[in-house]
């Protein structure tokens, strides 16, 4: 299921929905993800009194609504010891038993331990002649819950989700939730939420393993969807009639799906109209505009060129040929009388100082301006288009390519900017070929080329993934063969632009560490 963080009232009639759906389809027991009542994370809206008094409403009109099938949600819970993370049974007009999950989740973008109070014993309630046990994402992930739950005699694990996705997580999951249903004897079904939220992706992708440690059942990744599972009386849960397959999707197609969903539901779900974008001709805003467009549908997307005195026409004719593509509307707004007025309105404060940088950034910024009056009217939100390697090391400008509202590949490093458009290409062409093998360049001024400024992007990119995701050292990255000077370089252009990424807009979350709530680094430091 993909609720909506904060709509505790839609998200229950949601699970209302799709209880009755469970019903029809033959099931008398329904299992629904970790915290469906709020959406996951709640963050603050967490330490709000009327934010609770919402779930006891929720919870009421569940109970009044939903007959004759059993329900596992999952909600916090307010009560004397404090907030807890359950897991609560509903059955016949009651909640039947609730259990508080004991493992709370404090790393990387989790941050439970600022809201909840941990649980401590296991529950197990009986269903239809079977021992069921319950608990909540983090938990199985650490020694204990599980054990506990076989050991008060249960003979199915429960274990509700909101596990966010990154690059591998599906097998990591898989492989986990398997090992734990061998070593204990007990089937698990694995309950996983849907949707982005802000810049996590949740891939849902839930899954049935029997107790010998097969997933005898897999649900799609990326989409709302439900699984009917059989047991057996001795509590063996019976293969469906078609095995299930193997989860093969490349991973360029799960990363490009998990950026479509990441950009679909952060632009609807907060009430926009739809997108616009600046379109260059080069590669990021390419692979940028094919997502928006198979996010929100090509009438939702608009392209706007910005040529300049510096823009090659090639870019121009790549950029029109990418929009038509994609059947998305683009038009032309030259930013030169833009561009020559601040030139000349800066005159006289620049007297007698040499052109650089400045009169760069000052070409970003009129389109950063042109493009933000398009989304106040229009109502699309702004996507920028920086990646990985850029935001890293700075290579972007303030109030100007980095202005907007959602930044769809931030956590794209450049390299895999490639291999997505390559992938993208091989669903149908929309990037030409040639945007694909040009030099990338900023077109800022003549002649310019990216590598003039930066290292080529794959030592680029292998530095910063040693030095950003695997938080290795300097030293340590030279030895494995990369020139010191260059990883040195590299190091102190990551350091010194926290404060761009600070004001950077959100984007979609795909790897182990983002530039998110996962890496936070001070602005101020002496390191
Ligand atoms: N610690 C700090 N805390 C808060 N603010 C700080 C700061 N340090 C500098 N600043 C401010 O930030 C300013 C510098 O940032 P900014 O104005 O953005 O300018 P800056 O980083 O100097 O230049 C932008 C760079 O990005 C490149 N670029 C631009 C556009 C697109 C692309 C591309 O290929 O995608 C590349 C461009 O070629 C240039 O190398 C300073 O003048 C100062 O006002
Ligand atoms: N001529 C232009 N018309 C429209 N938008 C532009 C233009 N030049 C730059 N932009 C906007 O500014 C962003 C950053 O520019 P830049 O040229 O560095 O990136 P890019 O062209 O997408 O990718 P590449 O790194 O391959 O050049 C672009 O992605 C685009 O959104
Ligand atoms: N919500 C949670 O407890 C998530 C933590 C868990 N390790 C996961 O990402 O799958």
Partial sequence: MNPLVGDVAGNAEHVIAEAVRA?????????????????????DLLLRSELHARIEAALARIQAEVRDITLVIGYPRCSVGGLFNVAGV??????????????????????????????ATPTVFEHQGLRIGLSVCEDIWQEGPAQQ?????????????????????????????????????????????????????????????????????RAPAFVEASLLQAFDASAHALAPPSPSEAASASDEATLYDALVLGVRDYVRKNGFSG?????????????????AADALGPDAVEAVLMPSRYTADMSNEDALEEARL????????????????????????????????????????????????????SGRILLTTGNKSEMAVGYATLYGDMAGGFAPIKDVPKTLVYRLAAYRNRRSPVIPERVMTRAPSAELR???????????????????????????????????????????????????????????????????RAFGRDRRYPLTSGF
């Fill in 275 to 291: 997108a616009v974008l600046g379109l260059s001709g080069g590669i990021d805003s390419a692979l940028t505009l094919a997502i």
């Fill in 326 to 377: 994609l059947g998305v509307k683009a038009q032309t707004v030259p930013i030169e009388p833009a561009f020559q007025s601040f030139l000349e309105m800066l005159e006289p404060a620049f007297a007698g100082q040499a052109v650089d940088v400045t009169e760069e950034n000052i070409q970003a910024r009129c389109r950063g301006i042109i493009l933000m009056a398009i989304s106040n009217k």
């Fill in 446 to 512: 003549p002649d310019q080329v990216d590598q003039d400024s930066l290292p080529p992007y794959e030592v680029l990119d292998a530095i910063l993934r040693l030095y950003i995701e695997e938080d290795e050292g300097v030293e340590a990255i030279a030895a494995k063969g990369y020139p010191p000077e260059v990883v040195r370089r590299v190091a102190r252009l990551v350091d010194r632009n926290e404060y761009k990424r600070r004001q950077a807009p959100p984007g979609v979350r795909i790897s182990e």
């Fill in 149 to 217: 739950a076989a050991a008060a005699g249960a003979q199915v694990l429960v274990n509700i989700n909101a596990s966010p996705f990154h690059r591998g997580k599906r097998g990591e999951r898989e492989a986990l939730v398997s090992r734990l249903a061998r070593d204990h004897g007990m089937a698990i079904l694995y309950a996983n939420l849907v949707g982005g939220q802000d810049e996590l992706v949740f891939d849902g992708a839930s899954f049935v393993v029997d107790a010998g440690g097969a997933i005898i059942q």
């Fill in 23 to 43: 019903r029809e389809a033959g099931a008398d027991m329904a299992v629904f993800p970790e915290l469906v009542l709020t959406g996951y994370p709640p963050e």
């Fill in 90 to 119: 509903i059955r016949d007009g009651e909640v039947v038993a609730e259990y508080a999950k004991q493992h709370l989740p404090n790393y990387s973008v989790f941050d439970e331990k600022r809201y909840f109070q941990q649980g």
